[in-house]
């Protein structure tokens, strides 16, 4: 069974710093591309960032946000930096693997809330 377990998110303050974490399990993690989407309230979902062989960011996070992942731990980060209030919104992890078809899993999200 696919799990996608977020954890890392809260309130900060503009400027400040967090780290998400997912934490994967029932699939061959490194092989899989990871992401990071958002949502804020009233608006679509879009990608933060992803990660592969490479990385990739949107243009609102980058030289902010830092895409890792650990495939001993079957984990994959998100660091973010300079955080600003339109940051805001419900962080989600994302994996997208093969194994017979294309598979596409999501986890519950995590709040992130930049505000002083």
């Known amino acids: 069974q696919v799990q996608l377990v977020e954890s890392g998110g809260g309130l900060v303050q503009p400027g400040g710093s967090l780290r998400l974490s997912c934490a994967a399990s029932?699939?061959?993690?490194?092989?899989?591309?990871m992401s990071w989407y958002r949502q804020a309230p009233g608006k679509e979902r879009e990608l933060v960032a992803v990660?592969?062989?490479?990385?990739n960011y949107a243009d609102s996070v980058k030289g902010r946000f830092t895409i890792s992942r650990d495939n001993a731990k079957n984990t994959v980060y998100l660091q973010m930096n300079r955080l600003k209030p339109e940051d805001t919104a419900v962080y989600y992890c994302?994996?997208?693997?093969?194994?017979?078809?294309?598979?596409?899993?999501w986890g519950q999200g995590t709040q992130v809330t930049v505000s002083s």
């Open positions: 990660i592969t062989s490479g990385r």
């Open positions: 029932g699939f061959t993690f490194s092989g899989s591309v």
């Open positions: 994302n994996a997208k693997f093969f194994s017979h078809k294309v598979n596409d899993y």
